[in-house]
């Protein structure tokens, strides 16, 4: 038994994972998990750095993280750092800032192993569950993940669109207009088109989606009250509900979204653009699984993640 943290940096959140993890056995169990919204990835689609204050929230959340640790009794720490720090050109500032604060040199990994760690994540409790092949999409700030496969993952690609990078980027009216909403469909239907030349979305027997734009339409389409993970994770819903949902999300202002119950503030702004490319991207995947001869009729929610699969990783080493 191994006493680890995972850290996952991304362009909103980051977030903490504090397990003990049973390699032998197969068995994590959670101690401590918890998130915090910090926007990393504020401006950098527009600017190509780092912003001074978020990196200032980031590193502050560190800190913090770092305490958890620390009182827990941590053995080995892995923070894996994703988009924003992978697109920034003052990355180099965020390194560092992360080694003064944890005493961990943060990992900025690449689209394909994010999408892996993220497959581990996701199919380490699904499998048996639910038939594979899996399509597991991670759908972050700054990009999205797709990986393919069974046991281990066969195929996977990296695509740069993400809740906070087609705010920034299209999204900007409250709410948005058909011009914005038709930019940003384009943007995402480009890289599908490049995605599924990589990975063969016709293929998926079961599609699973990860993240908080996930979690968070999944909350609004079982029409829960307040957030709840343990309802969340694992749903099955129907492929119309999640589009319904998605719909609905997109086309609300900021005052009805932060209305709804389940809904992080630090999501408020950004959930359109990641309802969008939910919509999009399950919308695909319906499509090119009807025309490999198959049907996709529901979509399955998972609460584990990336972090997870970072949490793994690290009994590991």
Same mark, same amino acid.
């Given at each position: 038994?191994?006493?680890?943290?995972?850290?996952?940096?991304?362009?909103?959140?980051?977030?903490?994972?504090?397990?003990?993890?049973?390699?032998?056995?197969?068995?994590?169990?959670?101690?401590?998990?918890?998130?915090?919204?910090?926007?990393?990835?504020?401006?950098?689609?527009?600017?190509?750095?780092?912003?001074?204050?978020?990196?200032?929230?980031?590193?502050?959340?560190?800190?913090?993280?770092?305490?958890?640790?620390?009182?827990?009794?941590?053995?080995?720490?892995?923070?894996?750092?994703?988009?924003?720090?992978?697109?920034?050109?003052?990355?180099?500032?965020?390194?560092?800032?992360?080694?003064?604060?944890?005493?961990?040199?943060?990992?900025?990994?690449?689209?394909?192993?994010?999408?892996?760690?993220?497959?581990?994540?996701?199919?380490?409790?699904?499998?048996?569950?639910?038939?594979?092949?899996?399509?597991?999409?991670?759908?972050?700030?700054?990009?999205?993940?797709?990986?393919?496969?069974?046991?281990?993952?066969?195929?996977?690609?990296?695509?740069?669109?993400?809740?906070?990078?087609?705010?920034?980027?299209?999204?900007?009216?409250?709410?948005?207009?058909?011009?914005?909403?038709?930019?940003? *469909? %384009?943007?995402? $239907? @480009?890289?599908?088109?490049?995605?599924? #030349?990589? /990975?063969?979305?016709?293929? =998926?027997?079961? &599609? +699973?989606?990860?993240?908080?734009?996930?979690?968070?339409?999944?909350?609004?389409?079982?029409?829960?009250?307040?957030?709840?993970?343990?309802?969340?994770?694992?749903?099955?819903?129907?492929?119309?509900?999640?589009?319904?949902?998605?719909?609905?999300?997109?086309?609300?202002? *900021? %005052?009805?979204? $932060? @209305?709804?119950?389940?809904?992080?503030? #630090?999501? /408020?702004?950004?959930?359109? =653009?990641?309802? &969008? +490319?939910?919509?999009?991207?399950?919308?695909?995947?319906?499509?090119?699984?009807?025309?490999?001869?198959?049907?996709?009729?529901?979509?399955?929610?998972?609460?584990?993640?990336?972090?997870?699969?970072?949490?793994?990783?690290?009994?590991?080493?």
């Amino acid at each position: 038994m191994t006493r680890v943290a995972a850290i996952d940096c991304g362009t909103n959140s980051i977030r903490l994972l504090v397990a003990d993890v049973d390699v032998e056995a197969g068995t994590l169990t959670d101690l401590d998990r918890r998130m915090e919204v910090v926007r990393l990835g504020q401006g950098v689609d527009r600017t190509g750095r780092i912003a001074p204050e978020a990196l200032a929230r980031t590193l502050d959340a560190a800190r913090r993280y770092g305490a958890v640790c620390e009182e827990l009794g941590v053995e080995r720490i892995r923070f894996v750092a994703t988009s924003a720090s992978r697109d920034a050109e003052n990355r180099a500032d965020f390194v560092d800032g992360v080694r003064d604060a944890l005493g961990v040199e943060p990992e900025v990994v690449e689209g394909e192993e994010e999408a892996a760690l993220s497959f581990r994540g996701a199919t380490g409790v699904l499998a048996g569950r639910h038939p594979g092949p899996f399509l597991v999409v991670d759908l972050g700030g700054g990009s999205t993940e797709l990986v393919l496969g069974t046991g281990s993952p066969e195929a996977a690609y990296s695509m740069d669109v993400g809740c906070v990078r087609l705010t920034e980027r299209h999204l900007r009216s409250d709410p948005p207009t058909a011009a914005e909403i038709a930019a940003a *469909r %384009a943007d995402v $239907a @480009a890289a599908l088109d490049v995605a599924s #030349g990589v /990975v063969p979305l016709g293929k =998926a027997v079961t &599609l +699973v989606g990860l993240a908080g734009s996930v979690t968070t339409v999944t909350a609004h389409a079982l029409g829960l009250a307040e957030y709840d993970p343990a309802r969340i994770d694992g749903s099955v819903l129907p492929v119309g509900d999640v589009l319904d949902a998605c719909d609905d999300l997109l086309a609300r202002d *900021r %005052a009805s979204r $932060a @209305a709804l119950g389940f809904m992080h503030p #630090g999501r /408020v702004d950004v959930i359109g =653009a990641g309802a &969008l +490319v939910w919509h999009d991207v399950v919308a695909r995947v319906r499509d090119d699984v009807a025309a490999a001869g198959a049907e996709l009729t529901q979509v399955v929610t998972s609460e584990h993640d990336i972090l997870d699969g970072i949490a793994w990783s690290a009994a590991e080493r």
